[in-house]
């Protein structure tokens, strides 16, 4: 559907300038017969009208082929204007050469040089308005107002993005510079815009001309370059934004986004082996369970690129499931191509075994990646009883079915909490690991684990509540001055989720190497200081204590002198002991869960997860 729009929308803007463009050459026209009158020179103003049309038509093909009507109403440039003028000199050139061969006198050859210049700038007008309203903006209305400016780009993006900014009436800029690398450009101005130095003293001009917003605007720049600019302007208390460019097929304006705090963490790239993911996938019929959640969702993305035989989503949560749903059908239908996505979204919960066997019975899924669990440490923490039912029991009936159904491999998302916890959300976790451990030699069915820190951006994370926070006029809170935490992006975690899945080989428990540890704290100022606002000045940051099992830093995920390394760099395989079905007392926890206080299903994980310390205390 959104195809056919775009499609319809572009016929009709084409027709639209096939019509302008058809009024602007009669006016040519009408302008040399009226000029001739005047001069006492006379036409055959039938003649004239009768080939006038034919004429229209000859001009109006050689444009739409020519491009004229692909041209960005809003974008038109210097090229554009002598593209349009030197195709309509051809053009006449060509009236004028049947003119002389036909004998058709339907107008003085000569008449054609005035006809040429006129139909240039009549055509030219229209597309350039834009270009003018800009200027007239610029250097007529008052400019001094808005948020003070400096783009980072004084070439075409650079340009671009000051047409955006004043195109788009929700941005409030008031672009003071430009700083650009090229010495030649140095000391000139773009759009009467001063281009006042090199990025290497981008600090000394954010203070010498007040800037507020920097404006990232290199369409072809190093990535690495740009990323540490970036953190370079993080250090100041200004907003920091980036302009991202579309293609012309999708008929979208230039768009000036802010920068994420993401993009400002010192972390390596990821490199994958696509080619092996794509051939673990393809021709699968892959089931996420938790498949609305934050990472269940990128896994389900990602799934999608490799061309599963069918994507089950399966997750108890109803609006996540159809937000995800809905997402993959609008992009498989802009691609053109929704008969290649075999979708199919479930609702259901995995601790209810009925219905999740009745999923594994129906659809015979071969790979099945569990992601549904409950991450939330303090709210587990007063809930233990719904963390075992969902975490233990459901991550349970997910494994059992899989051996039974001949699922191929079963991949469970788990946590870095889970490693020596003091909290019962990752006790509950390890012991997730521990019946992956338990279920691997049953069948034929290969089980593996995934452990990994906090992703950057997921439903509960730091970074949407500090957002709301600081959108809130603060303050902003922290646990502790000292708590630190390792992070990753969403995507970056999945696609290491399934490059282990093709690794793994049954009975692994995969580490990811999160790179170094980040201080809450200075990502709560990064936070701060990308808004534009101050740390402590515009926005408190307040310290509330630590929460009821949280620790204060996080336990190092990668032991070197124990831990395998994968062929990725970033993959490592922890050591794992033989695991029975009969030290977990599944059947008894099932039995006697209900009727269990908080502190009894604490005790009760912690009888089988030694290394948890409930409330910070070892098991007696």
């Given at each position: ?14 027709l639209?300038g ?7 050459i ?21 003649i004239?009208?009768?080939?006038l ?17 692909k041209?960005?109403?809003k ?42 210049a ?6 030219t ?6 270009r003018?309203?800009?200027?007239f ?5 008052n400019q ?14 650079g340009?671009?993005?000051?047409r ?26 773009l ?5 006042v130095g ?10 010498e ?6 404006i ?5 720049g190093n990535?690495?370059?740009?990323i ?13 934004s ?5 293609s012309d097929v ?12 993401e993009?400002?963490l ?9 080619a ?10 892959v ?16 799934i ?25 059908l609008?992009k ?11 979708l ?16 594994f ?23 233990p ?5 969902t ?14 159904y001949?699922?191929?491999k ?8 889970a ?8 006790a ?7 019946i ?7 069948n034929?069915?290969?089980?593996a684990?995934v ?9 509960g ?9 600081i ?5 902003v809170t ?23 899945a ?15 540890a ?12 990308l808004?534009g606002?101050k740390?402590?000045i ?10 009821p099992?949280e ?12 831990n395998?390394r ?7 395989v922890?050591?794992?002991r033989?695991v ?23 005790q009760?994980?912690q009888?089988?997860v030694?290394t948890?310390?409930?409330n910070g205390?070892?098991a007696?």
């Open positions: 559907m959104s195809g056919n729009y775009y499609q319809g929308k572009k016929i009709v803007q084409t639209g096939m019509a302008l463009d058809t009024i602007m009669i006016m040519s026209y009408l302008f040399i017969v009226i000029m001739f009158n005047v001069i006492n020179i006379e036409l055959d103003i039938k004239i009208g009768m080939t049309p034919f004429i229209v038509i000859f001009k109006l093909v050689i444009f739409y082929f020519t491009g004229f009507y041209m960005l109403p974008h038109v440039g210097f090229e554009d204007v002598m593209r349009i003028s030197i195709v309509v000199a051809l053009t006449n050139i060509l009236i004028v050469l049947y003119i002389a061969l036909s004998k058709n006198l339907f107008m003085f050859k000569t008449a054609f040089i005035y006809i040429t006129l139909e240039a700038i009549l055509l007008i229209p597309r350039v308005a834009n003018m309203i800009l200027y903006k610029m250097n007529v209305i001094n107002q808005g948020r003070r400016t400096l783009i980072v780009g004084a070439g075409s993006a340009e671009l993005t000051l955006e900014i004043y195109r788009n009436r929700d941005l409030t800029n008031h672009v003071v510079a430009y700083i650009d690398d090229n010495q030649i450009k140095i000391g000139s101005k759009n009467n815009i001063p281009i090199p990025s290497s003293r981008i600090k000394e001009y954010i203070d001309l007040l800037i507020e917003e920097v990232i605007a290199i369409n072809h990535e690495e370059r740009i540490s600019l970036m953190r370079e302007i993080s250090e100041k208390n200004v907003k920091i980036r302009l991202i460019t579309y999708s008929n979208k304006s230039p768009k000036i986004v802010d920068v994420k705090v993009d400002l010192n972390r390596e790239p990821i490199v994958l082996d696509n092996l993911i794509h051939d673990f996938i393809k021709g699968e019929v089931l996420v369970t938790g498949g609305g959640g934050s990472i269940g969702s990128e896994l389900c993305r990602q999608t690129d490799f061309k599963p035989k069918q994507l089950i989503i399966f997750d108890i949560y109803e609006n996540n499931a159809y937000d995800i749903q809905q997402e993959l609008r498989f239908k802009k691609n053109g191509d929704p008969s290649e996505l075999n199919l979204v479930l609702i259901g919960s995995v601790y209810n075994e009925k219905r999740l066997e009745h999923v019975e129906t659809y015979r899924p071969t790979v099945v990646f569990h992601a549904a669990a409950y991450k939330h440490v303090p709210l587990m923490e007063d809930s009883m719904e963390a075992v039912r975490n233990v029991i459901g991550t349970n009936n997910a494994a059992r079915l899989s051996n039974k001949g699922v191929k079963f991949v469970l998302v788990s946590s870095d909490k490693v020596r916890s003091t909290n019962v959300m990752g509950t976790k390890r012991f997730a690991e521990l992956i451990q338990s279920h691997n030699n049953l034929l069915t290969k089980f684990s452990r990994f820190g906090n992703v950057l951006g997921s439903n994370s730091v970074i949407p509540l500090f957002k709301k926070q959108e809130d006029g603060g303050p922290v646990t502790h001055p000292e708590i630190t935490r390792y992070f990753m992006t969403i995507p970056e975690a999945v696609s290491l989720i399934l490059q282990c093709v690794y793994a080989d049954g009975g692994e428990v995969f580490v990811l190497d999160m790179g170094e980040v201080k809450i704290t200075d990502l709560a100022k990064k936070m701060i200081r808004a606002l740390p402590d515009d926005i408190k940051i307040e310290f509330t204590g630590l929460r099992g620790k204060l830093y996080e336990e190092l995920l990668i032991d070197h002198s124990t395998k994968t062929e990725n760099k970033k993959i490592f922890e050591e794992q033989e029975t079905h009969e030290e977990l007392q599944l059947e008894l926890i099932q039995e006697k869960l209900e009727d269990m206080n908080v502190d009894e299903v604490k009760m994980v009888s089988i030694k948890y310390k409930m205390k070892d007696n």
